[in-house]
């Protein structure tokens, strides 16, 4: 009996792709999708919009998230154009009921596939305030034989306000990521994934993100592998601490008595009266006034994002409890291989305005003090001070950073991303298996085109434009040679990551024959790939500037930081 009834269900699905939109039986009901094909003419199914949790809206705003009720009929899953709120935006396609899944898969089990393909699980960047998981091309990870999955996570106010205690805990947008990782490694077999090989995988506040997914105990097992691109949540701009003040502050935007309140289950039952376009608004009116009294004092890149990832107190749904960087040090992460690295000089895309770099620059000189992360916990203006000196000779040798723009560039990469970055690669190398590489390839496809002498070419989120791209966006014959060479040989490494959990299993004519060694800092190396117009195997990244930042954390007497 029970084998019959499976047949019929197959030979549904059999008919239902053949003869039209291909569908997907979830345990919430059905679902539609459609067809494409890649630029190398490979056939492949799309599902977007899928809802992985109920919408966060009314009594769940703020809250973790919930499972998504069932539907009757078939639900249309083909195309997808809504985001969560954009906090520096305002499209019609915001909307708070907004926690949707993407799917592309070149096979479903319904027509014959094996339901065992390598599954990449991208979490998109955006400083956690804007981004979504629409538009990621997926032609190229099915080129070579993955599914990609995409999603939205709450961004901005909506996604990491916090009170600092039980009443508003904060991290929502990280419980609906890994919400939706769950979803995922649930589910994806109903799309031919393997619930055993997946590997997340982000840039930007996205690279961070997987990062804090990575000290989540409960998410064990979920994932197999994560790739890291340009961030982590020892970046200091990935946490924030001062949520509790910000959220106060924000709603003082909307009721100036808020600004005199301290009473955290009063603003939450405020804020859930208050339409959400309007909290948007507030949330951006905040930042501008933010910029207006502290400027290059407290840059968000340099000092933490207004709505970003907190420790939180000791809550039912907490994400997390503990500091990041004494979690990695203790070793308290889920112990999956990982690749992470960063571009040649991420900085650049924050820095195309020469003039506005060289006035920030002269306004540290002046303020020496403002060069020092808050990390370090230096409060005496003295220290500080000599602190900031020293974080300018490692530059300058002393001179005037707003006369050394290349050098101020590079002081910009690596105090809001380099440091932190290698860091993590360092210790986390000590429990788990990491390829640590640099990105320095200066292409047309990565878009950038700011340079400065003294500092390095590629700028924060160059790789991208290798990696995603659909239909005629894949066609590179506009593109150098080089260029389209290096394409082929990043999506080689990720998705052969993906399968492998290793990114050179064997040697490639394509990749030059280079075999990734995995980071071993036992003997003071730390060996790396540097992805240029060549493949090339090196020691120790970013070394002119990277010990002396160690030496200078290391003096300091200890070592309790959150971010580095």
């Known amino acids: 009996m029970f084998n019959k009834a499976l047949n019929i269900a197959i030979l549904f699905f059999q008919i239902s792709c053949s003869l039209g939109d291909p569908m997907v039986e979830l345990p919430n009901g059905q679902i539609s999708g459609r067809d494409a094909t890649t630029a190398e003419n490979i056939p492949y199914y799309i599902f977007e919009g899928v809802p992985y949790a109920a919408p966060p809206v009314g009594e769940l705003r703020f809250k973790a998230p919930q499972p998504v ?40 089990p319904s027509e014959g596939g094996s339901g065992t393909l390598p599954v990449m699980f991208y979490i998109h960047g955006g400083g956690f305030v804007d981004g979504s998981g629409v538009g990621w091309g997926p032609d190229l990870f099915i080129d070579n034989g993955v599914i990609l999955v995409t999603i939205n996570y709450r961004l901005g106010f909506f996604g990491f306000v916090s009170t600092q205690d039980e009443v508003i805990p904060g991290n929502s947008g990280l419980k609906d990521q890994r919400f939706a990782i769950q979803w995922a490694h649930d589910n994806i077999h109903l799309f031919g994934g393997d619930p055993n090989q997946i590997t997340i995988f982000g840039q930007s506040a996205g690279s961070a993100s997987c990062a804090y997914q990575l000290l989540n105990q409960d998410s064990n097992g979920l994932f197999q592998a994560a790739i890291l691109e340009s961030g982590s949540f020892l970046s200091p701009w990935a946490y924030q601490r001062r949520a509790r003040q910000i959220s106060f502050a924000t709603a003082a935007f909307l009721n100036s008595s808020w600004a005199d309140s301290d009473d955290s289950q009063a603003l939450l039952d405020y804020l859930l009266t208050v339409d959400a376009r309007t909290l948007d608004s507030a949330a951006e009116q905040y930042r501008s006034w933010e910029w207006a009294n502290n400027g290059w004092e407290d840059l968000e890149i340099s000092q933490g994002f207004y709505w970003a990832p907190i420790v939180e107190v000791k809550n039912p749904d907490a994400f997390l409890t503990r500091n990041m960087y004494g979690l990695l040090q203790a070793g308290s992460v889920l112990q999956v291989p990982i690749m992470i690295g960063v571009t040649s000089e991420e900085d650049l895309v924050f ?28 409060t005496d203006q003295n220290q500080r001070t000599q602190m900031g000196s020293a974080i300018r000779d490692l530059y300058t040798g002393g001179e005037p950073l707003a006369n050394h723009l290349g050098d101020a560039v590079r002081y910009s990469s690596d105090t809001s991303f380099t440091r932190s970055v ?36 590629v700028g924060h989120g160059e790789e991208i434009g290798y990696l995603f791209c659909s239909g005629d966006g894949c066609n590179g014959n506009n593109f150098p040679e080089a260029d389209r060479v290096t394409r082929q040989r990043l999506i080689k490494l990720w998705t052969d990551f993906a399968k492998y959990r290793n990114p050179t299993p064997e040697a490639s004519e394509l990749l030059q024959n280079i075999i990734w060694p995995a980071v071993s800092t036992d003997n003071g190396d730390l060996y790396y790939v540097d992805i240029n117009e060549n493949l090339e195997i090196k020691n120790h990244p970013k070394e002119a500037t990277y010990g002396a930042w160690v030496e200078l954390y290391n003096s300091l007497g200890y070592d309790d930081f959150d971010t580095y």
């Open 69 to 108: 009720a069932n539907w009757e009929g078939v639900l249309d899953t083909k195309y997808i154009s809504t985001t969560c709120f954009q906090t520096s935006s305002n499209n019609d396609n915001e909307s708070e009921d907004c926690l949707f899944i993407n799917i592309y898969t070149p096979e479903l």
């Open 351 to 378: 820095d195309q305005d020469a003039q506005g770099l060289q006035n920030r620059m002269a306004a540290y000189d002046q303020n020496l003090g403002w060069l020092v992360p808050n990390d370090m916990q230096i």
């Open 422 to 457: 290698i860091k993590h690669a360092e210790l986390f190398s000590k429990v788990a298996e990491t390829y640590f590489y640099i990105f320095s390839y200066d292409g047309q496809m990565g878009g950038g085109n700011t340079h400065y002498d003294g500092a390095e070419g």
